[in-house]
Every structure is written in C-alpha cells, then in structure tokens.
C-alpha cells in the first residue's frame, strides 16, 4: 500500500509562487508513475501535470502550460508541483497521485490511471 501525503499548500495574492510537495512511502517511489490533479467543491478532479517514474517525460494540462512545472526526486521519494504566477482560478484542492505498473517513460493522463491518492492539499489565491 502507498501512502501519499501532500503539503505546501495555502493562501496567496495573486502573482505569487508556491511549491507543493507530495511524499510517498510504502513502496520503491521509482516504481511510480506521479500525477498532480486539482478539484473545485461542486466540479469533477481535473488534471494538472504527471511525470513518468524516471521524471524524463511531463506532461501538463492547457491551462497550466507555462507556469506549472511537475518534478521528482525519486532519492527523496517526494514529487513536487512548482506553481508561478497563481491566478485566482488556481484556487482548488490538490491531489498527488501514484500509479503502479507502467514503463519507465509512461505519463498517465487520467485519473482512472492512477492507483493511490493523496488527501489533498488547499490552495487558496485571493485577488
């Protein structure tokens, strides 16, 4: 079983930067495929960013294409989601999530791809 534990998380003016860190345990984190998502109360979790279990290969969503930078230290068992330029629409809740099984290089896209979840972080931006 993999435990997920997220933080860093918080509130922020809009323009700010913040890190949000996830740490896994429970099982060899290089064996992970990693993938942050984020939710808004009444709306279905979206996808944010993932990267593959060697941390070659990213991939992120449109609306955070340029300021969201996804990262791993695979020696620290920790992924980390590099926010810049918060915007208020970047207030939600988010989730790290681990997937097991995939090649090296694979980045899962959806959330169904995925095997363990965290309890989520708070991000809120005020204007």
């Known amino acids: 079983q993999v435990q997920l534990v997220e933080s860093g998380g918080g509130l922020v003016q809009v323009g700010d930067s913040l890190r949000l860190s996830c740490a896994a345990s429970?099982?060899?984190?290089?064996?992970?495929?990693m993938g942050w998502f984020r939710q808004v109360p009444g709306q279905d979790r979206k996808f944010v960013a993932t990267?593959?279990?060697?941390?070659?290969?990213?991939w992120y969503a449109d609306s955070v294409k340029g300021r969201f930078t996804i990262s791993r230290d695979n020696a620290k068992n920790t992924v980390y989601l590099q926010i810049n330029s918060l915007k208020p629409e970047d207030t939600a809740t988010y989730y790290c999530?681990?997937?097991?099984?995939?090649?090296?290089?694979?980045?899962?896209?959806?959330?169904?791809?995925?095997?363990?979840w965290g309890q989520g972080t708070q991000v809120t931006v005020s204007s």
């Open positions: 999530a681990a997937g097991a099984g995939y090649s090296t290089e694979y980045i899962p896209q959806f959330d169904y791809l995925y095997d363990y």
């Open positions: 429970g099982r060899a984190f290089s064996d992970l495929a």
């Open positions: 990267i593959s279990r060697s941390g070659s290969n990213t």
